[in-house]
């Protein structure tokens, strides 16, 4: 269960009645979630440099969270399917002289705020004793760095992903932990690759090793879950009157059990005990939020639901990840464009083969062609996302993709191949100033959780030796 997922929240608590009110047990805790908020203003800075600490972690260390200016860091990972047609994603040449190729041109604008990374691996997704199965390994593997057991039961294991290392530690500074999207309706069970479980491809986010954070796929839900319902002067009326309930419900609720206890013999008020503690958990909560009273209220319009257009469906969900970073409700996400070894068509730009078809080319011009189309079309959108955060004002007066860590990538190489070392990659922003983009870097083969290990030490969490199959951190990122 994901407790940060508005549909699976049901469990978590009762639904009291009060003054002839009547909430699901759903819609009382979608409110009370919805109720923190943390905007990045610029009058009311999110922090002074070195003054944003927390405690984080049974290890207590104080964990910034910021810039050296005191703006938001922020990190995000976007996975695409599939491999690339390696011939037309490297650049030309190494360093600072690099040229962009074939798929990268529409990055030129932003040519300055990016690293291409090659060199890195995931090896934990290579077949081995496991056989086949490639396509389930390489997005179960590419933000946990262990190989995930084979089964298509019950039984999932994989790791704990990166952005989830994050998320534990700073997730208590946003409204939510984490953002997790796709454009793909999330699969927890039924077998998909080989004997591997659906779950393994169709989620990049996982909790623990045996639980996925499970995407929102929908525009809508996303949209509500970060911002309510509503026009946004629907949304503005709609908070108020959500915490006047949720505190009046409260107070009802604590009362009508304190005068209940005296009428109860010792193992009903055990019981009764039991409840009253997970009243007060939600009363913190309530608390909690109240140290972030005003919830960020974008001009916009709520999206109508998912669109028939998969072009409209990835820039629907890459604007509600910038409107995530642009409000401060999040500093963690996930993005999977679409779930590995996805087929899915592009009749738009004249193809109607599917993805995954193409991806097993068999070294045919024809098939080669069209996959560098298709990867040209999910750089172009993903472009566009860099731009809209370079265009954006952070509250100290970069931009947010200065003050941002954006991963671009696959946990497949080539997909005829199905390798996974040299894999795709692209390191987008600055970091706060913490990276050095604007080059072409190309490593002697490296694990891909050493670099992970660097964007926890940028993240403020530099207590973390080992992530998945690393082997240390990488100089000079």
Not at 164 to 177: D, E, M, S
Not at 449 to 460: E, I, K, P
Request: aromatic fraction near 8%; charged fraction near 20%; proline fraction near 6%.
């Amino acid at each position: 269960m994901n407790p940060n997922h508005p549909h699976d929240a049901d469990d978590l608590a009762l639904a009291p009645r009060h003054a002839g009110l009547s909430l699901s047990r759903r819609h009382f805790l979608r409110g009370v979630g919805v109720s923190l908020a943390l905007p990045a203003f610029e009058t009311v800075r999110a922090a002074a440099p070195g003054a944003a600490m927390a405690v984080a972690g049974t290890a207590g260390l104080p964990v910034p969270a910021t810039t050296a200016t005191g703006a938001p860091l922020r990190l995000a990972f976007v996975y695409v399917p599939n491999g690339v047609n390696q011939s037309c994603w490297w650049p030309k040449q190494e360093g600072r002289e690099f040229e962009l190729n074939q798929t990268m041109q529409p990055l030129e604008p932003v040519k300055d705020q990016i690293q291409v990374i090659g060199g890195l691996d995931q090896l934990n997704a290579t077949g081995g004793k496991d056989g086949p199965g490639d396509h389930a390994r390489a997005c179960a593997t590419f933000l946990t760095g262990v190989r995930a057991k084979k089964t298509a039961g019950a039984d999932i294991h994989a790791g704990v992903s990166i952005d989830q290392v994050v998320a534990r530690r700073i997730g208590h500074l946003t409204r939510f932990p984490s953002l997790e999207l796709a454009c793909d309706a999330a699969r927890k069970s039924g077998n998909c690759d080989s004997g591997y479980s659906c779950a393994y491809q169709f989620n990049l986010s996982w909790a623990t090793p045996t639980m996925p954070m499970t995407p929102e796929p929908n525009p809508r839900f996303a949209f509500e879950r970060l911002f309510g319902a509503g026009s946004p002067a629907e949304r503005t009326r709609n908070l108020r009157l959500r915490q006047e309930q949720q505190r009046s419900i409260l107070d009802f609720v604590l009362d009508d059990t304190r005068a209940l206890q005296r009428q109860l013999g010792r193992r009903d008020q055990q019981k009764l005990g039991e409840y009253l503690t997970s009243v007060r958990e939600i009363e913190r909560r309530i608390q909690q939020a109240e140290q972030f009273r005003d919830i960020p209220n974008p001009d916009a319009e709520t999206p109508a639901g998912i669109p028939a257009s998969f072009l409209e469906h990835v820039q629907l969900m890459y604007d509600l990840l910038f409107l995530a970073f642009r409000t401060d409700s999040t500093r963690v996400a996930t993005f999977l464009l679409a779930y590995e070894s996805s087929n899915r068509t592009f009749p738009d730009i004249g193809i109607t083969e599917g993805h995954h078809t193409l991806s097993h080319h068999q070294g045919k011009k024809q098939n080669l062609g069209k996959i560098a189309q298709i990867d040209l079309w999910y750089m172009r959108q993903f472009a566009r996302f860099l731009e809209r955060l370079e265009e954006a004002k952070d509250v100290d007066g970069h931009s947010l993709l200065h003050n941002s860590m954006i991963v671009y990538g696959s946990g497949n190489g080539d997909g005829n191949r199905h390798n996974h070392n040299n894999l795709p990659f692209i390191l987008a922003g600055r970091g706060g100033g913490s990276l050095s983009p604007g080059r072409y870097l190309k490593l002697k083969a490296q694990p891909m959780s050493n670099l992970y290990l660097n964007l926890l030490d940028r993240m403020g969490i530099p207590d973390v030796p080992r992530h998945g199959d690393s082997t240390g951190r990488i100089a000079g990122i």
